[in-house]
């Protein structure tokens, strides 16, 4: 796996006032997949609730749509990758536009980045107001591909997407402001009325957690947050907050907004895997094959093993396709014998310790949702 760092210039332009530019070569990214691939129809948005997220047990949720594909000017560090996507699998480098969105509001905030200060306060000896450009002038700017997934994500649901981030390591930040001693979490605020707690131990142990203001090497779009939103690995969406304005360290614990609504507090990514697609019948050289594709997902743990199995029999190994980084969803394929007729097909995965994906079926709610994801499809002679 492979988390990109790489030196970046910044200049002035238009009302956001900056350009994220990268200063070594790039290449055009090729999106594995292009012009067979399949993805959800329209950007996938949520408004959520007091309760939580609106239901999303909709069988029309999970239909994949044609899409034109278009990619930023980045070069996917797994493009020599041998095990191909089986035409229909989501594509591996989600489009900002189909990248999914949970608000607590019926609108995005819009920030005035001329009116924008992140403040960092509370129990450090020099308290910050910083603007966006201190960040991203005054801080290594650090990439990274992530995927990122909402806790109230339904087994195969679309609450999930892969983009690459772009920030300043929040504990070098925090190193400036000089934590003093005793401090024990940070109470992060949002523009939008959300609010959550960090543990400050896990910040100062992890470099990669980052104050993130550009995905897919562009300002970040207003609905995903600009100018600033955080990103912890290994955690769900709800941990991490959009529209940063404070940033308060503190001795004291207080309960994140879904926290006090009863979600976990850890919220830690749970394994889980999806059968994206059945294709049709092909005929090669061994004979005739259904190829079978997807992804599997396990947060910073990576996927060791995905394996599949048709109509209740036994597990067999699909083939892996290096993921675009330890943090991202994996591409899985699997070519099965052809037999004609209507078939289920079932999948599950193992992280990279090992560790099996929990097959017992859970709600998504407090926890992240747990369980096996199958597809049933007709199966019918190629040509």
């Not at 709600?363 to 994801?373: L, M, Q």
Request: glycine residues 8%; proline residues 5%; hydrophobic residues 40%.
């Amino acid at each position: 796996a492979e988390s990109a760092s790489q030196a970046m210039t910044v200049e002035q332009v238009d009302r956001r006032q900056f350009l994220v530019r990268l200063g070594a070569t790039t290449a055009a990214i090729t999106v594995v997949g292009a012009g067979v691939s399949l993805v959800r129809g329209g950007r996938r948005e949520a408004i959520l609730s007091l309760e939580g997220p609106a239901d999303d047990s909709d069988a029309a949720a999970n239909t994949f749509r044609p899409a034109d594909i278009s990619g930023p000017e980045v070069e996917l560090p797994n493009a020599g990758a041998t095990v191909e996507p089986v035409p229909g699998t989501r594509p591996e480098y989600t489009p900002i536009e189909d990248h999914y969105r949970i608000d607590i509001n019926t609108r995005p905030v819009v920030i005035d980045e001329d009116d924008w200060r992140l403040e960092i306060t509370g129990m450090v000896d020099n308290p910050l107001m910083l603007q966006l450009s201190d960040l991203v002038e005054n801080y290594e700017a650090r990439e990274q591909f992530v995927t990122l997934s909402c806790i109230s994500n339904r087994i195969g649901g679309d609450l999930i997407s892969t983009t690459l981030w772009t920030g300043a390591s929040l504990r070098e930040v925090l190193a400036d402001a000089g934590v003093q001693g005793g401090a024990r979490y940070l109470f992060i605020e949002s523009e939008d009325g959300f609010f959550e707690s960090v543990d400050l131990e896990m910040v100062m142990n992890d470099e990669r957690i980052m104050l993130a203001y550009a995905w897919d090497r562009k300002p970040l779009e207003d609905e995903h947050g600009f100018p600033l939103r955080i990103w912890i690995p290994d955690r769900y969406g709800m941990k991490q907050p959009k529209w940063i304005q404070r940033i308060t360290v503190t001795d004291e614990y207080q309960q994140g907004y879904w926290v006090v609504r009863n979600w976990s507090e850890e919220a830690r990514v749970k394994a889980t895997s999806v059968v994206d697609t059945v294709a049709e019948a092909i005929e090669t050289e061994n004979g005739t094959i259904v190829p079978v594709g997807g992804i599997a997902y396990a947060g910073e743990r990576g996927i060791s093993r995905v394996q599949v199995r048709v109509n209740d029999g036994e597990w067999q190994d699909a083939e892996v396709r290096e993921a675009l980084a330890d943090t991202t969803w994996a591409i899985w394929r699997f070519e099965w014998p052809f037999q004609p007729g209507r078939h289920k097909f079932e999948v599950r995965c193992y992280d990279g310790s090992g560790q099996m994906q929990i097959l017992e079926t859970t709600d998504n709610r407090p926890d992240g949702a747990t369980g096996i994801h199958s597809l049933n499809a007709s199966v019918s002679s190629p040509g």
